[in-house]
Structure formats: structure tokens, C-alpha cells
């Protein structure tokens, strides 16, 4: 059973960076897309990006060019990068593979 957790949340200023990580226990990344998304108070959980088994990325268009998600070489950590962040970005982000939530970590952005 794959576990996902996800860590590096927390609260930044308004054009701060951070960068969130989801640890995969039980088994690797790889065989399937590995997703990031968010879900901001009162709204629908959204996609943000994704690193797919091939290693290609897709993203949403407003993580397009703030945004990086990689996968490691060991493909047992998921990150995602984020610069320039903004109050839209605030919310929980998620960790995504086949079937499997992480619990999220929260971003909020405030000055």
C-alpha cells in the first residue's frame, strides 16, 4: 500500500518561494502520473502539476512558468517548487498517485 506525505508547507509573504515535498513509503513513483493539486477555502481541489511516467510535466496555466515540479532519482520524493507566490496561491496542496491522497500541507500567503 503506497503512503504519501506530504511536508514543506507553511506560511510565506506575498512573491515568497517555497517548495513542498511528497514522501512515497510502499512504493515508488514511476508507473503512473504523479500530481500536485490545491484547494483553496471554499473551492474545488484544482490541478497544479504533474510529472508523468514517461518524465514529462504538464502544468496548470497559472503554475506555468512560477512553478517545478520534479520527481527524485530514487522516485520516492515528489517536489514542487514555487516562486513568486501570491494570495491565490493559498490553500492545501495534495499529493496525488493512482488512487492514493496525501493529507496535505497548508501554504499560506500573507504579509
Known amino acids: 500500500q503506497v503512503r504519501l506525505v506530504e511536508s514543506g508547507g507553511g506560511l510565506v509573504q506575498p512573491g515568497g518561494s517555497l517548495r513542498l515535498a511528497c514522501a512515497a513509503s510502499g512504493s515508488q513513483f514511476g508507473a503512473y502520473p504523479a500530481n500536485w493539486y490545491r484547494q483553496a477555502p471554499g473551492k474545488s481541489r484544482e490541478f497544479v502539476a504533474r510529472v508523468n511516467p514517461s518524465g514529462t510535466v504538464n502544468y496548470a496555466d497559472f503554475a506555468q512558468g512560477r512553478f517545478i515540479i520534479s520527481l527524485d532519482n530514487a522516485k520516492t520524493t515528489l517536489s514542487l517548487q514555487m516562486y513568486n507566490l501570491s494570495d491565490d496561491d493559498a490553500g492545501v496542496y495534495y499529493c496525488?498517485?493512482?488512487?492514493?491522497w496525501g493529507q496535505g500541507t497548508q501554504v499560506t500567503v500573507s504579509s
Open positions: 496525488n498517485y493512482w488512487e492514493i
